[in-house]
T-cell receptor
């Protein structure tokens, strides 16, 4: 069966520090991969999506970047965090057009 | 910008009542999906309706799609306290960009 792993669950980082959030998928090949950010009580903002290794589409110009070094690994990074980077980050995968998406449990990032 | 917009933003009902949430979108779609999110957790897929379908059922869920009005509705019948969550619609306006609306916060009071 397919599973998605996203870690860590919570993270507190100082302003100006780097960030690396990792997401891995098991049990499927060539998935579409997504990073979303969610502010409290709001909807999901699509940050990046990838349809294959090395293929990254950026939705919002910002302080973040994404990479897909392996087929089922998606990494969200920042060289220097800003206070405005705080939020709930969600990784997801889907196959096909896309069809149904499967989400990780999310990372609560607080930049202090 | 968000592709889907849910209405209402918040809905509070009593157990046993039906809950209806609406979603409007802007561009043509291949399918529309509904998701549920419990507080502080990831989203869970509920149902997918294709552009050539008008209605779909899954247990206590009923989804309708009107492509001429670019709108969809999610009906939860005989609601339970455990249905309390945020509900989101999602569409793919282009490529593989799965985009979500702002969601409806549903509270079902026991």
């Amino acid at each position: 069966s397919q599973t998605i792993h996203q870690w860590p669950a919570t993270l507190v980082q100082p302003v100006g520090s780097p960030l690396s959030l990792e997401c891995t998928v098991e049990g499927t090949s060539n998935p579409n991969l997504y990073w979303y950010r969610q502010a409290a009580g709001r909807g999901l903002q699509l940050l990046f999506y990838s349809v294959g290794i090395g293929q990254i589409s950026s939705e919002v110009p910002q302080n973040l970047s994404a990479s897909r070094p392996q087929d089922r690994q998606f990494i969200l990074s920042s060289k220097k965090l800003l206070l405005s980077d705080s939020g709930f980050y969600l990784c997801a995968w889907s196959v096909g057009f896309p069809g149904e998406a499967f989400f990780g449990q999310g990372t609560r990032l607080t930049v202090v | 910008s968000q592709q889907g917009e849910e209405d209402p933003q918040a809905l509070s009902i009593q157990e046993g009542e039906n809950a209806t949430m609406n979603c409007s979108y802007k561009t043509s779609i291949n399918n529309l999906q509904w998701y549920r999110q419990n507080s502080g957790r990831g989203l869970v897929h509920l149902i997918l309706i294709r552009s050539n379908e008008r209605e779909k059922h899954s247990g206590r869920l009923r989804v309708t799609l009107d492509t001429s009005k670019k709108s969809s509705s999610l009906l939860i019948t005989a609601s339970r306290a455990a249905d309390t969550a945020s509900y989101f619609c999602a569409t793919v306006p282009s490529g593989s960009r799965l985009t979500f609306g702002e969601g409806t916060q549903l509270t079902v009071n026991p």
